[in-house]
């Protein structure tokens, strides 16, 4: 793990903590480098200098921001459109910069559903999908071409939210549901070693605990239940070139 070079993409500031703490605080506890690639808010907001402080404890350097709006917000980012509203090419570009100047093994980002539906996580899903193809192409934006090994998608079976919901809410769910099929997870990481700094980086997004959000959800919960929500994460893998290190992801 030492070798490796591991860059997170996500749409904003908390989902480091949710959808990738414990893999980017247990790559950087093995020496890897990490860093995180986050499209909305801006430098200067409340919300980033959380986001700071989030990757401070999950060793993960300084905050890479796209400086876009959030879907729901455009305090995140005055002045910037909404990351759904900017041209493609240019949101691409920007993360091709990220992506060649760090030279990532492993890019990771959510699955095809964004993990659970939101507009920006589906977006920034197809985003960095496009943006780990074209970083390798040296006809394509500025820049030494990059190509990263293997792309990783952070994910959750059906079969835990299907249990988890009805340990949680007493119900079976219904409708349509996060996650994927059991067999189409390629890699489940243990981190309850680092739940304790997973946790701190998400109790670092304090305005999101204030607002209502999941980490809201999260903070009320027993820790026992919480601790089965954080301590495991599951990925769909994807290699993007030859020879892609199989001990990673």
């Known amino acids: 793990m030492a070798d ?7 749409a ?6 949710i959808w990738t703490g414990g893999a980017l605080a247990r790559y950087a506890d093995a020496g890897a480098r990490t860093a995180v690639v986050t499209c909305t808010w801006a430098e200067g907001t409340r919300r980033a200098e959380e986001l700071e402080r989030s990757l401070a404890i999950l060793g993960a350097g300084a905050p890479r921001l796209l400086g876009y709006a959030e879907a729901n917000g455009t305090e995140s980012a005055p002045g910037a ?3 759904l509203d900017a041209p493609f090419d240019e949101a691409v570009g ?11 093994d492993v890019v990771v980002t959510y699955d095809a559903y964004g993990g659970y ?7 920034v899903h197809r985003l960095t999908l496009a943006a780990v193809e ?5 006809q394509l934006y500025d820049g030494d071409p990059w190509r990263p090994r293997a792309l990783a998608m952070a994910t959750v079976p059906r079969s835990f939210v299907t249990e988890i919901w009805e340990e949680l809410f007493g119900v079976a769910p219904t409708g349509t549901l996060p996650g994927v099929p059991d067999d189409q997870i390629d890699t489940t990481l243990d981190v309850k070693p680092w739940a304790d700094r997973k946790w701190a980086a998400l109790l670092a997004h304090e305005s999101e605990i204030e607002r209502g959000s999941t ?4 903070a009320a919960l027993p820790q026992a239940q919480r601790d089965r929500m954080l ?7 994807r290699d993007t070139a030859p020879a892609g290190p199989r001990d990673a992801f």
């Open 94 to 104: 920007r993360l091709v910069g990220h992506i060649r100047e760090f030279r990532p």
């Open 134 to 138: 074209a970083a390798g192409y040296d």
């Open 117 to 123: 539906g939101h507009p920006d996580h589906l977006h």
């Open 81 to 83: 459109p909404r990351l």
């Open 12 to 17: 904003h500031p908390d989902d480091e903590a």
């Open 4 to 10: 490796l070079s591991l860059l997170c993409v996500h």
């Open 231 to 237: 301590t495991t994460e599951w990925y769909i893998r």
């Open 215 to 218: 980490m809201t959800m999260l």
